[in-house]
């Protein structure tokens, strides 16, 4: 939408139609339908614009063949140093000791395979599920922790949704967000004020999947074919890395 509204007139869709004809199972001269979760670009798009004025200015422009891909590396590196730091402060709020914060913080860094998706697989959903999880952890335990609830609450539900719509089967932790405030209530009156946070800054993000699902297809609840994955039972049920 970006690159569209940057060469084009929002939301018409010609400059893509290379891009569709390319595509084997889609015929020519259909609109390009959004194969994947928009939760990547859309975190990442700060970093793409930035790149796509420094071009346009004419200050930088970066020596690889694709600019984009040089933009989802730095943006893909950024949100991998964030969510590091929002371990640490997490862990350290749980322990309160900076040392095993630290060790804690180092050990789970480099003991998963994030880093490679920064560097090898920018574009894919790896680094900034990785951020956007423990975002979303932090506004919790602050929602929990902090006079200001109804404000983390908001945080917590706008964190959830942007995750949701990076990856879907990672619907089912807003349930499990659900039951951390209930167990965990102060009083019934506060537990409503942080359940309607949630769902308020759930809002955003969930209408901007369906505004990009009907803009490119004509339907809000359109799943083409390699969106089929993502919705079994076993995909939705299944433990993953970044859950666990």
Not at 3 to 12: E, I, R, T, V, Y
Request: hydrophobic content about 50%; proline content about 6%.
């Amino acid at each position: 939408h970006t690159l569209n509204w940057c060469h084009d007139s929002f939301p018409k869709y010609e400059n893509f139609q290379s891009v569709c004809n390319s595509i084997d199972h889609q015929k020519p001269k259909q609109p390009p339908y959004n194969l994947y979760t928009p939760g990547p670009a859309l975190v990442l798009l700060p970093f793409t614009m930035l790149g796509h004025i420094l071009d346009k200015l004419g200050i930088f422009t970066p020596t690889m063949p694709e600019p984009l891909l040089f933009w989802s590396i730095v943006g893909s590196f950024f949100v991998f140093l964030a969510a590091t730091l929002l371990l640490y402060k997490i862990t350290l709020l749980w322990t309160e000791n900076k040392t095993t914060s630290w060790w804690i913080t180092v050990f789970f860094s480099l003991g998963n395979l994030v880093l490679y998706y920064v560097f090898r697989r920018p574009l894919m959903a790896h680094a900034v599920e990785y951020f956007l999880f423990f975002l979303s952890v932090y506004f919790l335990d602050q929602t929990l922790r902090s006079n200001k609830s109804f404000l983390n609450a908001l945080g917590l539900g706008l964190a959830a949704g942007l995750m949701t719509i990076t990856r879907l089967n990672d619907a089912y932790l807003i349930a499990m967000f659900v039951v951390v405030l209930w167990m965990l209530k102060k009083s019934t009156v506060s537990l409503r004020m942080q359940l309607g946070g949630l769902c308020l800054g759930m809002l955003p993000p969930i209408l901007f999947f369906l505004m990009v699902q009907y803009f490119q297809t004509g339907s809000f609840f359109y799943q083409p074919e390699s969106y089929n994955s993502e919705f079994t039972i076993a995909r939705l049920l299944s433990f993953h890395w970044s859950n666990l």
